[in-house]
C-alpha cells in the first residue's frame, strides 16, 4: 500500500512538474499539495502531516525534509551542508538562506524552515497551517496567505529579504497557510 501510494505522489509531482514546464510556469498542481510529507528524524522517517513527535525544527529543502530534535542538531547539520547550493533550486542566485517560521512570538516554539523557492507550499503539508507568529525572511522576498496554494488574503506585513518580525500581530497570528519564496 505504502508503495503504491508513493509512486502515485511521485508520478504526480513528475506530472506537475511537466506540464509547468510545458505550459510556461503555470502550476496547475505542486509538491505542496501531496498530503503526506516524511522526513528523515534521529536515523528513521517520520510523516510530518501526523505531527512532529519530538522534533523542534523542520528544515524543507529540493532533496528533502530533515527534523532535528533540537535547534543545536539543525546548526550541526546545517554546518555539514558543504554548500546551500544543494539545498537551493538551481538558479536561486543569491538566497542563500532559507524562512524560518516559529511557532510561537519572540521566534519561540516549533520552528519550520523552508529552502524552496518558485513554489507555494502549504503549511498544512509540515502540521505548521494556523501555527505561524514570528518568522525571520532569509535572502529571498516572500508571499504568505491565509489559503491554501496561496489563495486567500496575502499578509500585508515585511515580506522582503532580510526582514525579521517576533511578532506577526493579533490580525494574522495563527492564520497563515501557505507560502512562497520569490
Known sequence: MHTVGRLTRTLALTLSVVLTGALGGVQLASAASISEVTASYNGGTIDLSQGWGTATVCAVTETGTHCFATQSDYQVWLTTQSDLSGLLPAGSG??????????????GGTELVIYVKSIWLNLSTYSFSDALSSYKVGACSI???????????????ATSAGSDVSWIGTAWNDRVQSVYIY
Do not use: H, K, R, W
Request: hydrophobic content about 25%; overall charge negative.
Open 94 to 107: 543569491n538566497c542563500s538562506t532559507g524562512l524560518e517560521l516559529f511557532q510561537n512570538i519572540s521566534y
Open 143 to 157: 508571499s504568505m496567505t491565509d489559503a491554501p496554494n496561496g489563495g486567500g488574503n496575502v499578509y500585508p506585513g
